[in-house]
Every structure is written in C-alpha cells, then in structure tokens.
C-alpha cells in the first residue's frame, strides 16, 4: 500500500509539472536575446564629473535620464540595467546603427538657455571672466556670439516633441514645453531680448546643448518688450531632418546626464544572422534528440523508448522554465539546451545499466524463466542515484560560475545550462521511472522480460564479464602517454600561443556577407591596402569573412567594408562587436578567476563527497582535460573567447562528471569487504561502468556532431571544444584518474590492514570511517 501510495503521488507531480509546463510554453513567448532577433547592445561606464563622484547612486540617475531617452527614440521592447557600480547594459532590438544609437544616448546633453551680449570675431568656446562664452554662430558661417549667464536650464524643461512646419516650409523642428517656475523665466529672457533693437545680436537667444549653439532665434516684432513669449513654451529650429529632430527631442525629454558615460563594449548582429542561427541550432536540437531517441532505442529497447519520452518532455519542462523565469534565450543558451540532452541520457543510462546488472546473476548470466522485473529496476534507481547526483552537482557548479563571471549571451548558456540539469534529474529520477515502472508491471512485459533491455547484458558487458582488462597493471605506461599528450598542447600554447578574441584583448571584430563568394587571401589584401596591416581576416562562410583590428571608429569599420567590395561584391555588416581595452582585461581576468574557481570548487566537493585521493585523482584529470582542449585550440589558431570560456567550464563539468561515476563504483567495491588490491578494484570498476561510460559518450557524441555540422559559425568553435572535451574526458577517466587513484591509495596500505585488525580480523564495514573509504 504504501508503494502503491508513494508511486500515486509520483504521477501527480509529474502529471503536474508537465500540465503547468505545457501552458507556460503556450501561452507566454520565450524573451529572445539580441544574438536571435538582432539589434544592438551597448555598455556604457559612468566617469566622475568635476562635481559629481560616478558611485552607483550616479549611475543609477543616470539609468533613469537613459531610460527616457530610449523611449523618447521609440525602440520596442528595449531593456536597460546597471551593472555593477559604474555599468549601464542597454539593448536595443532591431537598431542596426550603433554609432547612432551610442551617440545619442550617451551624449551628457546639458541643455542651456542664455541671453546674447553680443556678436564678436574669434575662436569658438572661449570663457570670460564674467561668465559669458563665445561660441559659434549656427546662422553666420565663421561668425561667434558671446552669450551671457545661464539662465535656464534643461531641468526646467517639462516635454519637448518632433514637429514638421507644413504652413510655413521651415521644416522640421523641436517643440517644448516648460514646468513651473522654468515658463516664468523664459518669459522674462525673451521679453529681454525683445527690447533690443532689430539688427542688434542681443535681440537673440541662444539654445545650447552641450557647448554648441543648436538654434539662437531672434525675437519677432510681435513679441512684446518685457513680456516675451508667454505661456510657458517654446520652439527649437535649425534646419533639423526628421531624424535629427527626434534625436533632439529625446535628449531634451530625457534630460542631462548626471555623470559623463563611454562606451566600454558595443555589439550589433543583424536580424538574418538571428533567424538563421534559431533554425539552424533548433535542426541541431531535433536530429541529435532523434539520432539519441533512436541509439538508445536500440540499446535498451522498451526502456530506451520510454526514456525517449522522458527526453522529450525534458525538453517541454526545460522551455518552460526558461520562459517562466523570464530568463533571456540566447545562441549559447540554445546550445546549453541541447547540451543537456546528454546530461539526461547520462542519468537514464546508469539507471538502465544499473537494473540490467542487478537483473542478471553473477558472471553475466541470465536467470532460468520469467522474473520479476520491478526490484532490479527499484534496486538500479536507488543505486544509481548516488552518481546522478555527484554527476549533476558538478555540472551545476560549472553552471553557476558561467552565471557569475560570464557576460552578455554566454551568461544565457549558465541559466539554460543550470535549468536543463535540473530538468534532467526531474526526467530520469521520475518521469522515466514512472514510465518504466508501469511497464514491468503488465502482463506482456512479465512474460518476455526480454523486451525491456533488461534481460540482456550487451555484448561489450558480457565480454566484459568474461574477461576483466588488467589495465591498471601498466598504469605507469598510460600516466606516460597522457604526460606525453599535456607536454604536446602545452607546447602548442607555448610556440603557437593563443588567439584571444575581442571580449578578452579589446578591439573591434566584425563579420560582412558578401555578395559574391569571398577568397581569403583577396579579403586580406583588400583590407591592407585599406590601411590595415595588422588585421585579422578570416573566411567564416563561403559569403562571409570577419575582421579583426584594435580599436577602430566607424569611419574605419566604413573604409574596411568599402575596401571588401572590390573582390566580394557588395557587402553588408551582419556582425560588429567592439570592446574596450579595459574591459577586455577585465573580462581576461574574469576568466581565469572562473576557471580557478571551477578548479577548487570542485576539488572541494569531491573531497567531501569521496576521500582526498579521490578528489586528487578528479581534478588531475580535469585539469589534463582543460590543458588539452586548450592546446588543441592553440594548435588549430581557433578564438578563444567567452564562447570557448563556455565550453571549457562546460567540459570541466562533464569531466568530473565521468571520472565521479567510476569513483562512485569504487567506492561501493571497496565497501563490500573485499581484501583485493585497489589496482584489481580500479580495473573491476572500469569495466563494470565501461558500457555506461560508452553509451552515454555516444548519446552525447550524437547531439555535438549535430551542433558542429548544422549550428552555424557561431556554434562551431563551441562544439568542437565539447567534442574534444567530450572524449578525452572519457579517456582520461581511465588512462589518468584511475592510474593516480591507484598510486595515491598503494602508498598507504597500512590503513586498510589496520582497520581489519580492529575489527577483530574482520574487513571494515560500510559505514567503518576508519576503514579504506570513507
């Protein structure tokens, strides 16, 4: 009953979270990040002011003036948020003019009105000693007017609004409005200025905005002198366009900023990049969760096909998360989707392989007759969990550092990343279980046990079974050759070095299609003799090359593409990314200091979760791993940048992730009492967890191949750093981890020894923590 009970609330939830998962993804849109439906991002760094420290109280008023400058430009769906103490991250879907879009929002825009003295020859911006400034005359080329005081400000300005002139032809212009006191004012400056005679400069008043004179109006005749225009409004005119009118509108609505800005980092990506980026990671998604459905399908049978379910509506709940927690979508946060597909195959797989093992008797043969089902499959459940768990943790951990240190879309790929780990315990630990425990109990599946996958070893187990690898006896041999591979990447990041991208060097990286097909070396040449020796050229795509210089403007960003299209054809920016140097160091630092981090934290986890040796054992091989995929980058020239950083906190995760499993066996050998050597127990433990290791690296396999073939350029890099990290992981597990578990354990036998002894000759039980394992 209490079985029955315990296995009724199991469906409720599951049944629950699925339902309420299946309407969150119907009924609420998934908030894409810039990468997906193109636009721009901008950080911008606050700076101290004469007057004003730039703290975070700063940078939050200077937020706000911001904010309301992107709403004055009428950007849908814009996103605004302080970073730090000195940080501003604003996104701007579907802006493509960057340099625009940075120059009016980041713009101080101190809006200033001021009484004209006079109208004086000489070099514009001069301070008097009274006070008074001369600056150009917008109206007289090469003529100057020396302005009085201030006497309002733009903080009295309570609206200002676009307009187009239709009756008189004057075009378009600024309207404002003013608040309070700030009408009064300007009544009195203009009824001033009335006073004066028609041909005398001081019958103008100046509006300036930033140190430049954008309009000095003169008073008309029928402005009253000593009254001035009432009403508390006023017009600014200059020959504006459309553009530059509603430009001006939203600096003046939005006030001035509080503290200078600069922009640290800019980013542009065109919307057709983004559509075809979401098609080509969600065909990515489908085949490798097919190519995985279907290996499992053949290796565990019903159980596979069950588990396929559970991927499936892994999947559902995943999304739904996101979508529910507001999380943005980005690219690599789409590649943490799919990624963690083989995180759920990993946990169905021990599971599985845990129930065949507790199904067949020792020796790897099948039992005579029908049996019952459902206790191997509780048994594996229950045993399996210990490795899921440890497995998942350190996945989860991995994640968390992605989330505190990495920026802009590789901070998505923590967030999905970490949700899909989760989802992914959920899908096993309960869906699948659920699944597969209502199989084993109808009747067709008890008459032919065969069906589930249980009943059957497999072929690589059962030769397994019958003959164990004594690979442990030349571990020397295998910490030999892995020495010899670490000193072969080392010596490529040595002699090679490493292609850092923009986000950690600084500069500016930006990647055009092309009409025509682009030849490297016709690109490069191109851009040369545009006046850019150093520059980076890549071909990307048969119509697309990137290129990298330091940092560029505009007008440069301009010659290169125009030097391009002489052997491309016309050529568009469907990608620019420009980093400031500062940032870029920091963000340098940023990643080692994760890296670091992953390092201890998993040092320290493992520690507590197994004895030091075999967290030692752990990170040595995680570390080799690391090593390696980074000399395999330096060898092939390949970027290293905050995608990579991704991929190689991600490897970290699934590096402990394998070398966990086969630890965990170990453990649980060693805790039988046995009297065996640890190099014999290593070598049982490999082989018993061999399969799993084999299938889950495949499910995995599939998924990667998948990203690297059909995820595009920008999911290229990522997948081949998984893939590399993927199978020597699976190597490593074996030929490192084992060897110095082994060697760590040889040089303290007396422990074990002593421990029997106090048992009175008895081997140390489970629970002994003065036994071998703790």
């Given at each position: 009953?209490?079985?029955?009970?315990?296995?009724?609330?199991?469906?409720l939830?599951?049944?629950?979270?699925?339902?309420?998962?299946?309407?969150?993804?119907?009924?609420?849109?998934?908030r894409?990040?810039?990468?997906?439906?193109?636009?721009?991002r901008?950080v911008?760094?606050t700076?101290?002011?004469?007057?004003?420290?730039?703290?975070?109280?700063?940078?939050?008023?200077?937020?706000?003036?911001?904010?309301r400058?992107?709403?004055?430009?009428?950007?849908a769906?814009?996103s605004?948020?302080?970073?730090?103490?000195?940080?501003?991250?604003v996104?701007?879907?579907g802006?493509?003019?960057?340099?625009?879009?940075?120059?009016?929002?980041?713009?101080?825009?101190?809006?200033?009105f001021h009484?004209?003295?006079g109208?004086?020859?000489?070099?514009?911006?001069?301070?008097?000693?009274?006070?008074s400034?001369?600056?150009?005359?917008?109206?007289?080329?090469?003529?100057?007017?020396?302005?009085?005081?201030t006497?309002?400000?733009?903080?009295?300005?309570?609206?200002?609004?676009?307009?187009l002139?239709?009756?008189?032809?004057?075009?378009?212009?600024v309207?404002?409005?003013?608040?309070?006191?700030?009408?009064?004012?300007?009544?009195?400056?203009?009824?001033?200025a009335?006073?004066?005679?028609?041909?005398?400069?001081?019958?103008?008043?100046?509006?300036?905005l930033?140190d430049?004179?954008v309009?000095?109006?003169?008073m008309?005749?029928?402005?009253?002198?000593?009254?001035?225009?009432?009403?508390?409004?006023?017009q600014i005119?200059?020959?504006?366009?459309?553009?530059?009118a509603?430009?001006?509108a939203?600096?003046?609505?939005?006030?001035?900023?509080?503290?200078?800005?600069?922009?640290?980092?800019?980013s542009?990506?065109?919307?057709?990049?983004?559509a075809?980026?979401?098609?080509?990671?969600?065909?990515?998604?489908?085949?490798?969760l097919?190519?995985?459905?279907?290996?499992?399908?053949?290796?565990?049978?019903?159980?596979?096909?069950?588990?396929?379910?559970a991927?499936?509506?892994?999947?559902?709940?995943?999304?739904?998360?996101?979508?529910?927690?507001?999380?943005?979508?980005?690219?690599?946060?789409?590649?943490?989707?799919?990624?963690?597909?083989?995180?759920a195959?990993?946990?169905?797989?021990?599971?599985?392989?845990?129930?065949?093992?507790?199904?067949?008797?020792?020796g790897?043969r099948?039992?005579?007759?029908?049996?019952?089902l459902?206790?191997?499959?509780?048994?594996?459940?229950?045993k399996?969990?210990?490795?899921?768990?440890?497995?998942?943790?350190?996945?989860?951990?991995?994640?968390?550092?992605?989330?505190?240190f990495?920026?802009?879309?590789?901070?998505?790929?923590?967030?999905?990343?970490?949700?899909?780990?989760?989802?992914?315990?959920?899908s096993?630990m309960?869906?699948?279980r659920?699944?597969?425990?209502?199989?084993?109990?109808?009747?067709?599946?008890?008459?032919?046990?065969?069906?589930?996958?249980?009943?059957?070893?497999?072929?690589?187990?059962?030769?397994?079974?019958?003959r164990?690898?004594?690979?442990?006896?030349?571990?020397?041999?295998?910490?030999?050759?892995?020495?010899?591979?670490?000193l072969?990447?080392?010596?490529?990041?040595?002699?090679?070095g490493?292609?850092f991208?923009?986000?950690?060097?600084?500069?500016r990286?930006?990647q055009?299609?092309?009409?025509?097909?682009?030849?490297?070396?016709?690109?490069?040449?191109?851009?040369v003799?545009?006046?850019?020796?150093?520059?980076v050229?890549?071909?990307?795509?048969?119509?697309?090359?990137?290129?990298?210089?330091?940092?560029?403007?505009d007008?440069?960003?301009?010659?290169?593409?125009?030097?391009l299209e002489?052997?491309?054809?016309?050529?568009?920016?469907?990608?620019?990314d420009?980093?400031?140097?500062?940032l870029?160091?920091?963000?340098?630092?940023?990643?080692?200091?994760?890296?670091?981090?992953?390092?201890?934290?998993?040092?320290?986890?493992?520690?507590?979760?197994?004895?030091?040796?075999?967290?030692?054992a752990?990170?040595?091989?995680?570390?080799?791993?690391?090593?390696?995929?980074?000399?395999?980058?330096?060898?092939?020239?390949?970027?290293v940048?905050?995608?990579?950083?991704?991929?190689?906190?991600?490897?970290?995760?699934?590096?402990?992730?394998?070398?966990?499993?086969?630890?965990?066996?170990?453990?649980?050998?060693?805790?039988t009492?046995?009297?065996?050597?640890?190099?014999?127990l290593?070598?049982?433990a490999?082989?018993?967890?061999?399969?799993?290791?084999?299938?889950?690296?495949?499910?995995?396999?599939?998924?990667?191949?998948?990203?690297?073939?059909?995820?595009?350029d920008?999911?290229?890099?990522?997948?081949?750093?998984?893939?590399?990290?993927?199978?020597?992981?699976?190597?490593?597990t074996?030929?490192?981890?084992?060897?110095v578990t082994?060697i760590?354990?040889?040089?303290?036998?007396?422990?074990?020894r002593?421990?029997?002894?106090?048992?009175?000759?008895?081997?140390?039980?489970?629970?002994?923590?003065?036994?071998?394992?703790?």
């Amino acid at each position: 009953m209490s079985s029955r009970r315990t296995t009724l609330w199991r469906a409720l939830i599951a049944l629950a979270v699925v339902a309420v998962s299946l309407g969150v993804a119907l009924t609420t849109p998934a908030r894409l990040g810039l990468d997906l439906r193109g636009g721009t991002r901008i950080v911008l760094e606050t700076e101290d002011s004469p007057t004003v420290h730039a703290d975070a109280a700063a940078t939050d008023r200077a937020l706000e003036v911001l904010r309301r400058r992107v709403d004055g430009l009428g950007v849908a769906e814009p996103s605004l948020a302080r970073s730090g103490e000195r940080r501003i991250i604003v996104e701007l879907p579907g802006v493509r003019d960057p340099r625009k879009a940075a120059e009016v929002i980041g713009r101080t825009a101190q809006l200033t009105f001021h009484a004209v003295t006079g109208a004086v020859p000489g070099p514009a911006s001069r301070p008097a000693a009274d006070g008074s400034r001369v600056l150009a005359d917008p109206d007289t080329p090469g003529g100057h007017l020396r302005l009085g005081p201030t006497a309002l400000t733009g903080d009295g300005v309570e609206d200002a609004e676009a307009v187009l002139d239709t009756q008189t032809g004057r075009g378009w212009s600024v309207d404002l409005s003013f608040r309070g006191d700030a009408g009064e004012t300007w009544a009195r400056l203009t009824g001033e200025a009335a006073c004066a005679a028609p041909a005398d400069p001081a019958r103008r008043v100046a509006i300036v905005l930033d140190d430049r004179i954008v309009s000095a109006p003169g008073m008309q005749n029928s402005v009253p002198c000593g009254t001035g225009i009432t009403g508390g409004s006023a017009q600014i005119s200059g020959g504006f366009g459309a553009a530059e009118a509603r430009d001006l509108a939203a600096l003046v609505k939005g006030g001035a900023l509080p503290v200078p800005v600069t922009t640290v980092e800019q980013s542009t990506v065109g919307p057709t990049l983004g559509a075809e980026a979401i098609r080509a990671s969600a065909l990515a998604a489908v085949i490798g969760l097919v190519c995985t459905g279907l290996f499992i399908i053949i290796v565990y049978r019903l159980l596979g096909l069950l588990a396929t379910v559970a991927l499936a509506l892994y999947g559902l709940v995943s999304y739904a998360a996101v979508v529910a927690l507001g999380a943005t979508l980005t690219l690599p946060g789409l590649a943490g989707f799919v990624l963690a597909i083989g995180i759920a195959v990993d946990a169905n797989v021990l599971v599985f392989e845990r129930a065949r093992e507790e199904y067949t008797r020792p020796g790897g043969r099948r039992p005579k007759g029908p049996r019952d089902l459902r206790p191997p499959l509780r048994t594996g459940f229950a045993k399996a969990w210990s490795a899921v768990a440890d497995s998942n943790v350190t996945t989860l951990l991995a994640a968390g550092l992605l989330f505190v240190f990495a920026t802009g879309p590789v901070k998505g790929f923590g967030v999905t990343l970490a949700i899909g780990v989760m989802a992914s315990m959920l899908s096993a630990m309960l869906i699948t279980r659920l699944l597969a425990e209502w199989a084993v109990r109808t009747s067709l599946v008890r008459r032919r046990p065969a069906l589930t996958g249980m009943a059957t070893t497999g072929r690589l187990r059962a030769r397994l079974a019958r003959r164990t690898p004594r690979l442990m006896r030349h571990r020397r041999r295998w910490l030999g050759l892995c020495a010899g591979a670490l000193l072969l990447a080392i010596g490529g990041i040595g002699v090679r070095g490493l292609e850092f991208g923009v986000e950690f060097t600084g500069g500016r990286s930006v990647q055009y299609a092309a009409e025509r097909p682009v030849d490297a070396d016709a690109a490069r040449a191109a851009v040369v003799e545009a006046g850019f020796p150093q520059a980076v050229v890549q071909k990307t795509g048969e119509h697309s090359v990137s290129v990298r210089t330091k940092e560029t403007g505009d007008r440069q960003q301009e010659r290169i593409r125009e030097a391009l299209e002489g052997p491309a054809g016309h050529v568009t920016v469907e990608r620019d990314d420009l980093v400031g140097p500062s940032l870029g160091s920091e963000l340098r630092t940023h990643a080692l200091i994760a890296l670091g981090l992953a390092v201890a934290a998993q040092l320290v986890y493992l520690s507590v979760r197994f004895r030091w040796t075999f967290a030692t054992a752990a990170v040595v091989a995680m570390v080799q791993d690391v090593l390696l995929v980074v000399g395999l980058f330096a060898w092939l020239g390949r970027p290293v940048d905050s995608v990579f950083l991704a991929a190689l906190l991600t490897v970290v995760g699934y590096s402990v992730n394998d070398t966990v499993v086969v630890l965990d066996r170990l453990r649980e050998l060693r805790r039988t009492g046995t009297s065996l050597p640890w190099a014999d127990l290593a070598d049982r433990a490999v082989a018993q967890t061999l399969p799993r290791t084999v299938n889950t690296g495949m499910g995995a396999l599939f998924v990667l191949v998948a990203l690297a073939v059909l995820g595009g350029d920008s999911l290229t890099d990522f997948s081949v750093a998984l893939l590399a990290g993927v199978l020597v992981g699976m190597a490593s597990t074996v030929f490192t981890a084992m060897p110095v578990t082994v060697i760590l354990q040889s040089r303290r036998p007396e422990r074990s020894r002593s421990a029997g002894r106090a048992h009175g000759g008895r081997p140390a039980r489970s629970g002994d923590r003065s036994g071998a394992v703790v």
